[in-house]
C-alpha cells in the first residue's frame, strides 16, 4: 500500500486450489455470482460423496417407511405389554413419539451426510472429520440399538465404506494436513 493508502494498479493474482492445498489450506470460496475455478476430485472421492447419499437416503426411507406401520408397531408393543402401569394409549402416544423422532432424525443425518459429503468433494478436510464422526454414531446406533435391522446394516456398512475412501493414501494429497506459519506441519 502506498502513503495515500492506495492498494496500487493490479490486484494482486488468485491462488489456485492447487497452490492453496499445497499450503494446506482449503479452497477458496467463490464470490456470490462467480463460480470458481473446477477442480476434479479422485474417483475415491467422488465414490465416497454417493456412498454417503446413499447411506442417508437408505436411513430417510428405511424411517419413513417405519413411520407409516406405527399401528403395527403399537399393537405388537401393547401384545408384549406385561405390566399393568401402561395404558394403551400411553403406549400408542410412545410410539408415535419414538417414530417420529427417529425420523427426523434419519432425515437431519441424511441432509448432514449431503452435506459434509459435499464439502468432502471439493477438498475441505473438516468435512472428512465430521463424516468420520457420523459414521462413528451411525454405526454405535446400528450396533446399540438396531442390531437386527438389515437396513440400519447396510446404511453403516455404506458410511464405512464412504469413510475409507477419504483416508486413501491415493486421496491424501486432496485432503492437505494443517501447516504452521512458516508452512512446516504441526
Known amino acids: 500500500m502506498s502513503d495515500s493508502g492506495d492498494s496500487g494498479d493490479a490486484p494482486e ?13 482449503p479452497p477458496e470460496p467463490s464470490p456470490p455470482g462467480r463460480h470458481g475455478e473446477k477442480v476434479k476430485p479422485p474417483t475415491p472421492v467422488t465414490v465416497s460423496f454417493v456412498l454417503y447419499v446413499l447411506a442417508g437416503l437408505v436411513l430417510a426411507v428405511t424411517f419413513g417407511l417405519t413411520l407409516t406401520q406405527q399401528e403395527l408397531v403399537a399393537e405388537t408393543l401393547i401384545d408384549l405389554n406385561t405390566t399393568d402401569e401402561l395404558s394403551e394409549d400411553e403406549i400408542r402416544t410412545g410410539v408415535t413419539t419414538l417414530l417420529w423422532t427417529l425420523f427426523v432424525g434419519a432425515l437431519a443425518l441424511a441432509v448432514l451426510f449431503a452435506l459434509f459429503a459435499w464439502k468432502a468433494r471439493e477438498g475441505t478436510r473438516s468435512a472428512r472429520t465430521v463424516l468420520t464422526v457420523l459414521t462413528a454414531v451411525i454405526v454405535l446406533l446400528q450396533l446399540l440399538l438396531f442390531p437386527t435391522s438389515l437396513p440400519m446394516l447396510i446404511a453403516s456398512l455404506l458410511a464405512l465404506v464412504g469413510t475409507v475412501l477419504l483416508y486413501l493414501p491415493s486421496v491424501a494429497h486432496y485432503f492437505p494436513g494443517p501447516r504452521g506459519p512458516e508452512g512446516m506441519r504441526r
Open 13 to 25: 493474482p488468485r491462488e489456485s486450489d492447487e497452490e492453496r492445498r499445497a499450503k494446506g489450506l
